[in-house]
């Protein structure tokens, strides 16, 4: 046994601590359980800033105001893609004056938003 102190201070301890942290990771990776990605949009800053890694996981289901990644999997190849979920089954979605309202109240102001986008329905434009 490691002679100079405490053995969950010793180099081994430590060692042996990393190298279970990085086989976790690993497993969780492969499983699906945790993934990465890396995303070079603005359109969800500032909260996700461009060129920045996320972590997600299988292992909650979203829920509303919570980010998720997803892949088209009609389109072979396609890229992953990263959008906050903005209602639950049940709700009412509406997009008043630019402005985004969920079961009749806006929400808009939940966020610190650095885009807006104007939706336009189909025949108007």
Known sequence: MYSGGSFFKSPIFILLIVVLIIGAM?????TYVLQTFSFN???????????HTVFTSILKKPGRFDFIAFRNNFQPGAPIWMS??????????????????????????????????????KDTI
């Open 84 to 121: 906050r979920v903005c209602g639950m089954p049940g709700d009412s979605i509406e997009i008043k004056k630019g402005s985004l309202f969920v079961n009749g109240h806006p929400v808009d102001s939940l966020f610190t938003l650095s885009h807006s986008y104007l939706v336009f329905p």
């Open 26 to 30: 690993i497993t969780l990776r492969q």
């Open 41 to 51: 949009s603005y359109a969800n800053s500032p909260t996700i800033p461009a060129k």
